[in-house]
C-alpha cells in the first residue's frame, strides 16, 4: 500500500513539531523548560574505567576494591593489559577456575580522568558537543554505581590514589564544612575548565537509590545496627539480636542485590510490586541533606554563586526507583543553583523485554528535562536492522508518533536518542543479531550470539540509522566506541577497551567458553568514524536538522521506503530511505527552490540517479541506503 501523508503543522498524528519556544540565545531556561544548550547536544557517552589509561602510576590495586562484585580480589591479581583479547583470561583468572563472565568483574583496565584529558580535542574533532559521564564517584567497583563516597572524584581516577585515601579518611562525612578537595577532584575541576574551554558540557551521573556496601555510612550501621547513627538511612527489614546467636539482620537491596543497599524512602504512597511505574514520596530527611550537598558541590564547587566553574547537570540512575516528590524538590535545588542546569533520568523498563516505559510522568516540567530515550531505539532497530520481526514503514511512523505523542517542541528536540550504552549490546551487535531487543544479548547466555564485527550488510544497515538518528528530532548520543566501529555484547561485553590508534590491539581469537576460532582483526573503523564525524559537522550546519518542523513525506510498505522532511524557516532537508532489496525511485516535491544538493549518502553509490525538475526531484535510490537532499 502507498500513502503519502501530508499534514499540517499541529497534527501530531503525522508530524513532530520542532520549532524552539520562549528561550532567547545566552538566556537561562525557564523552570519547567529544557536548557537551550541541550537541544542542540551531540552527546557523547564516557565509561571512565575503560576509556583511556592516561596515567599508569594510579592504577587500582586491590585495597581500593575490596567490596566490589565478584566479592573478592583473586591472588595474584594485577591490571589487565589495555590490548588484551577480551575473551581470553589472565593468569590470576585462570588459576580460580572460574568461567569468564565471573571473573570479567574483577579486571582492571585503568582507566582514568587523565585519559579523558588527553582525548579532549579527539572528541572536539570529531564534533562532541556534551559529554555525560558514568558515575565518577568514589567506589569500590569498575562501574562506580556502588558508591563508597559520594562527595568526591575516585581515587584512581586521579593523580594521587593513597594521598586522596589520607584526606578522605580524615574527613567527617556529615559535615561538609571539613570535605577537602583530593587530588582526583582537582583534576576533575581542571576537566571541567577544559570542557567549558572547548565550548562543550558535562553532566555526571549519580544514583541516589542505593550505595554500595563500603559506603561509610552503610558500615557503620553493619557494624553498630540499631545503635547506628545512620540505622534510618537505609531500608532495613529487621535488626540483629545481639542477645540470639543468629543473625536477624535483614535489608532491601536493589533488585535484591545486597552489595547495594537501597537508601531509604518515607511518606511513600502508590507504589507497585512492579518496578517500572513511579509513585509518590521522598527519600529520608537526612540522605536528602546529604545528597543536596553533594549536588551543591558539583554544581558550584567553589561556593560563589557562580555556577560556570561546575557541572553542567545530572544524569540520575534508576529514577522510577526513587519517589517522585524527592525529584520534585530536587529539580527545585538543582534550579536554584544553576537555572540552565540539564537533569536526564533513566527511564527504561517496566516488563522487560517486551514494555518500555513511559516517561511522560518525568517529563511535566517539574522533575527532569529528558530521558535516555530507548523508546526511539527500539521500534528505529525494528525498522531499520529488520530485527524482532521487522517493521514496515506505516508502522514505524505510528509507533514514532505514540512515543512523541505529547510532548512540547522543546522536549522533543531535547530527548537523548540512542543506538547503545554501557547498559546494552554495541550498535553493531545489536545490529548483527536480530532477535529481541537486549534478550539473549548476553554472550554469557546465548552460544549462537555472532559476537564479531557486523557483517558488510549490516554496516549498510547501521549507516541508515545513523543518518536517521542525525536528522531526526531529538539530541543524538553516541556510546564511546561506537564511532570507531566496536563491537560487543550486553553487559560486560559492551563495556571493552576503547580501540585507540596508538593501541595495537591483540586480534580476537578467544571465545566466551576459552575455546578458539581464527584471528579477527581487532581495529578502529576509520570508514564509520568519518561518518559519524560527516553528519555531526552537518547536523551543526543545519539547524532544520535539531530544530526544524518534522513531516512524514512517503510511506510506501510495499516498496519499504520511506521519506520525512525537517524544515525551518526557507531551509529544508528531505531524508530519503529505501529499506527494500532493489533499486527504488522516489520523486520529492521540492517547489520552485533553485539550490538542491545531496548532503549526505549512507552509502557510497545510495543515490543510483537523480534528476531536477522544476518544482521536484526524482530519485533513485540503491537497495537498503539511505540519502539526504539539501533544498534553500
Aim: overall charge neutral; aromatic content about 12%; charged content about 25%.
Amino acid at each position: 500500500m502507498k500513502r503519502f501523508l501530508r499534514c499540517g503543522w499541529a497534527s501530531l498524528a503525522c508530524s513532530l513539531s520542532g520549532i524552539a519556544l520562549g528561550q532567547a540565545p545566552g538566556q537561562a531556561a525557564e523552570f519547567g523548560q529544557p536548557p537551550e544548550w541541550a537541544r542542540e547536544a551531540i552527546w557523547y557517552q564516557i565509561f571512565v574505567e575503560r576509556f583511556r589509561n592516561g596515567d599508569s602510576t594510579n592504577d587500582p590495586r586491590p585495597e581500593y576494591m575490596q567490596g566490589a562484585y565478584p566479592g573478592f580480589v583473586p591472588d595474584d591479581w594485577q591490571i589487565t593489559p589495555w590490548h588484551q583479547d577480551w575473551y581470553e583470561q589472565e593468569d590470576w583468572a585462570k588459576v580460580e577456575g572460574e568461567n569468564f563472565h565471573k571473573l570479567a568483574a574483577a579486571r582492571r583496565f585503568g582507566g582514568d580522568l587523565q585519559g579523558v584529558l588527553d582525548k579532549l580535542d579527539y572528541m572536539q574533532h570529531l564534533g562532541i558537543t556534551a559529554i555525560y559521564f558514568n558515575p565518577l564517584n568514589d567506589s569500590p567497583s569498575l562501574h562506580k554505581y556502588d558508591a563508597r563516597h559520594y562527595r568526591h572524584i575516585d581515587r584512581t581516577f586521579g593523580p594521587d590514589p593513597v594521598g586522596d585515601t589520607v584526606i578522605i579518611d580524615a574527613e567527617n562525612p556529615v559535615d561538609p564544612a571539613t570535605w577537602k578537595w583530593t587530588a582526583a577532584d582537582q583534576l576533575f575541576l581542571k576537566l571541567i575548565r577544559e570542557v567549558h574551554r572547548r565550548d562543550m558540557r558535562l553532566i555526571i551521573d549519580y544514583s541516589w537509590n542505593h550505595t554500595g556496601n563500603s559506603f561509610w555510612a552503610w558500615k557503620d550501621l553493619v557494624k553498630n545496627q540499631a545503635e547506628s547513627r545512620f540505622r534510618d538511612w537505609y531500608d532495613i527489614v529487621s535488626f540483629d539480636d545481639p542477645e540470639t546467636p543468629e543473625n536477624e539482620f535483614q535489608f532491601k537491596g536493589w533488585l535484591g542485590v545486597k552489595t547495594l543497599p537501597e537508601l531509604k524512602k518515607v511518606n511513600v504512597s502508590g507504589k507497585r510490586e512492579r518496578h517500572g511505574h513511579v509513585f509518590d514520596g521522598d527519600l529520608h530527611p537526612e540522605v536528602k541533606a546529604h545528597i543536596f550537598n553533594i549536588t551543591k558541590r558539583w554544581l558550584d564547587p567553589d561556593g560563589d554563586g557562580d555556577p560556570s566553574e561546575g557541572v553542567d547537570g545530572f544524569r540520575l540512575d534508576v529514577a522510577t526507583h526513587v519517589p517522585l516528590g524527592f525529584w520534585r524538590d530536587y529539580r527545585k535545588f538543582v534550579r536554584g543553583i544553576n537555572p540552565d542546569a540539564l537533569l536526564l533520568g533513566e527511564a527504561w523498563w517496566t516488563k522487560w523485554p517486551d514494555e518500555l516505559m513511559d516517561p511522560r510522568p518525568f517529563l511535566q516540567g517539574d522533575i527532569f528535562d529528558s530521558v535516555m530515550h530507548y523508546q526511539w531505539y527500539k521500534p528505529a532497530r525494528r525498522l531499520f536492522a529488520h530485527a524482532e520481526g521487522g517493521l514496515k514503514p506505516t508502522g514505524f511512523i505510528a509507533e514514532m508518533n505514540r512515543v512523541y505523542a505529547g510532548y512540547s517542541p522543546a522536549q522533543t528536540q531535547n530527548l537523548m536518542n540512542l543506538v547503545a550504552s554501557h547498559d546494552s549490546p554495541r550498535f553493531g551487535t545489536s545490529f548483527q543479531n536480530k532477535h529481541k531487543y537486549k534478550y539473549r544479548m548476553g554472550a554469557r547466555g546465548n552460544k549462537e550470539l555472532k559476537l564479531g564485527p557486523p557483517s558488510t550488510e549490516v554496516v549498510r544497515e547501521m549507516r541508515m540509522m545513523l543518518l536517521h538518528q542525525f536528522t531526526f528530532t531529538s539530541a543524538p548520543h553516541i556510546w564511546s566506541g561506537d564511532e570507531l566501529g566496536m563491537w560487543g555484547a550486553d553487559d560486560p561485553d559492551c563495556r571493552k577497551p576503547i580501540l585507540w590508534d596508538d593501541v595495537k590491539h591483540r586480534p580476537q581469537v578467544f571465545t566466551p567458553d576459552g575455546q578458539r576460532h581464527a584471528p579477527i582483526p581487532v581495529k578502529p573503523d576509520m570508514e564509520m568514524f568519518n561518518f559519524h564525524r560527516e553528519l555531526i559537522a552537518l547536523r551543526k550546519k543545519r539547524p532544520d536538522w535539531s530544530r526544524g518542523q518534522l513531516n512524514y513525506i512517503l510511506a510506501n510498505d510495499n516498496a519499504m521506503t520511506l521519506v520525512y522532511r525537517r524544515k525551518l524557516d526557507k531551509r529544508e532537508t528531505f531524508v530519503a530511505f529505501n529499506l527494500s532489496g532493489e533499486l527504488q525511485t522516489i520523486r520529492l516535491t521540492t517547489g520552485n527552490s533553485t539550490k538542491k544538493e545531496i548532503l549526505v549518502e549512507s552509502n557510497l553509490g545510495s543515490v543510483a540517479g537523480i534528476r531536477h525538475e522544476k518544482s521536484a526531484t526524482n530519485l533513485t535510490i540503491s537497495p537498503y541506503s539511505g540519502v539526504a537532499i539539501g533544498v534553500e
